[in-house]
């Protein structure tokens, strides 16, 4: 198919369009027995017209399709600790180091040093565990969200809340994140934070269950910091701060043994 | 164009002519599939890299009691490395479907599964998040879903920062989203839409195709037009998809298919593509076309058939949109390099895929059908005779060139004087003598624009022995009326 030189220039040129000619319709045109008339067609999604492309994108989707990939990127690198304090994980990918710190150190509760998947959790987590006017007002009002991104309803009680999550949602009604906190006496050592599998269940439900569940196994936050601080955000910047202040090493035994 | 990255399933050791005798295999399967509305494909995602980390070795299948050996130790083991390496010789064994079918019937395992998920140790909870994967992929329904209880965590941690993490979840949701409209009643009501769109305003590239992956299949489900669209077009999603489709620097071709499939399906479906309108899709699209015919003319063109179909499609389904006829403002396509683009990337595809010759050849009928001004564009810019050599391709495409033609004919004679004296007789003659009744059909419809148009021509038409041309089909049901219409017009000019 031979295209004009001029063609591609024009491809360059400027938007646009020449003036176009002058539309002279004789009510001949396409009169019976011919039948054109000039008109704009859609396809709807089924039809067979487009049997080819779809075919040609599953064939892709199936990778049978050869493609342009650049090499793979995942190099190695000499091992190196997270830089959090207290965690002394060791790492030798910056992919599974992401990972880790996304999981365990991203969104991170200021008061219990619970990890959340999401920062919408974790603020849902604050306001229902932390912040002592929710109590108040929830005596009053519905507060307690769905913890679905997208879905409005408040509930009076974090049960009615689950039970919407379950019902409406179709969550399971064991949702890891969804435990509701059970009021607490005085604080208890914080060294019961971390708990083995073990101890949460013999069938291992809740493996390797320390930071991440709102559970109601875990402490009682650490004791609240004072005066002032309460205006800010209790959330821990992303922009983190190493050094005094953020401490977030657990002192147990257990987590001893597993960084040796 | 392509952004390198790994993560597809490439076979390994084959011999070209088994790969393509593999591949007709396969095309054949699709078509057959398509026919019967159940045309489906999933996604693996396998690292090979990890995989040669790994060993390399053929992972051998696992029975019963070893899988609950492992399930075991990654659950309860006191080490962390222990844990890790016993899930990944889980994962290595769930890649066999024996394997998987063993694993799904073991009491307690997905949940097993599902609690290492959601653990705090990142490495275990990536390991189960793989082993899910490969299980989704599963070609047996009751594999792929045996995965439906972890999905309202597969949700939830769309929302979170790791980008492999999540790059894997949403080709993992996007393989059970196409195993059943069972699972999709599950994730509808789960929130699957606001999860999805919470992750396309991601920086990272490789997350973003996997949205658009997981996304294009939920918008091929049978019941999208009316369970799913609404919601989507409710959401911020349009705007971002049109977002990730504008040409320039920061446009990704694997993440740009991707999106141009969604678009498609959402504008096939008819449910408000004026929406889509509003939101300048009709301007990105066409600014889109250049850039791939410019992409063609540098050469660079290696996959650019895979993002020209959808945009062809999304482009000729909303030209023909009520909102469109209004003239005038930014919702109209009115710059004559879109033909000029179009026709560059015509003779692109009749290198690479002809099979796309015809959706080519669409949108340049909705292009000219009512546009004075495009038709005079392909008369100003010489491309008469280039759409002239398409006629011998198939029999669909002469057809549609015809059609094309047809449309600049129809405006009058200041159009029609510009077809004749030129290529486009002999053409016309050449396409008469043929026994494809649909063309030949096209081709008298022609005719009689051009006779009632440009007189004469009718001259050139008899000397050339046009009448007896004609005599072969008069006897011919469908074509008979026109042709004695034609031969009366030509005796008594």
Redesign the interface.
Known sequence: ????P???S????A????????????P???A???????????????H??????????????????T????????PRVPEFTCQVAGCCQVFDSL??Y???????H??VCSFCRR?F?????LDIHILEWHDSLFQILSERQDMYQC?????TEKFKTSKDRKDHLVR?????AD???DKPKKSRGPATPVATVRVS??ALGA???????????VCSEHAAPLPEPVGERWIYSHRIPSTICFGQGASRGFKSTKKR??HQ | MWSGRQGRLRPVGCVVEELRCRRREREAALRKARREQQLVSKRLLRDDVLEEVEGGCVAKILGEAEIQQFLRLAQRGTEEKERERALVSLRRGLQHPETQQTFIWLEGSIRTLVGLLTSSQALLQLEAARCLHELSHSEQSAVAEACLPATSYLLTYLSGHSSDFIELCLYTLGNLIVESEAVRRQLLPQGIVPALAACIQSPHLTVLEALGYALSQLLQAKEAPEMIIPSVLGSILPQHILRLLQPGPKLNLGVAVEFAWCLHYIICSQVNNALLIYHGGLSTLGLLLLDMAAAVQRTEDAGLELLACPVLRCLSNLLTEAAVEVGGGPNQLDDERVVAALFILLQFFLQKQPSLLPEGLWLLNNLTANSSSFCTSLLSMDLIEPLLQLLPVSNVVSVLVLTVLCNVAEKGPAYCQHLWPGPLLPCLMGMLASSDTEGVGQSLELLQLLFLYRPEAVEAFLQQSGLQVLEKHQEEAQLQDRVHALQKTALHR
Do not use: I, W
């Not at chain 1, 938007?15 to 004789?26: M, N, S, T």
């Not at chain 1, 493609?67 to 990127?73: I, N, Y």
């Not at chain 1, 998947?117 to 959790?121: A, E, G, K, N, R």
């Open positions: 198919m031979q295209l004009p001029a063609l591609h024009r491809l360059v040129g938007p646009g369009a020449a003036e176009p000619l002058p539309v002279e319709r004789d001949a045109a396409g019976p027995p011919f039948h054109f008339a000039a008109r704009r067609v859609r396809f709807p999604r089924d067979e017209f487009f049997e080819d492309g779809d075919v040609q994108r599953h064939l892709y989707l199936q990778d049978v399709l493609q342009v990939t650049g090499a793979p990127e995942r992919e599974d992401e990972h880790h710190y996304h999981t365990l991203r969104n990890a998947p999401s920062v919408h959790l913890l679905v991104e997208g879905c409406r949602h179709l969550y399971p949702f890891r994140f599998a073990e069938d291992g439900e809740q493996s390797g269950g320390d930071g991440m569940e043994k597993e």
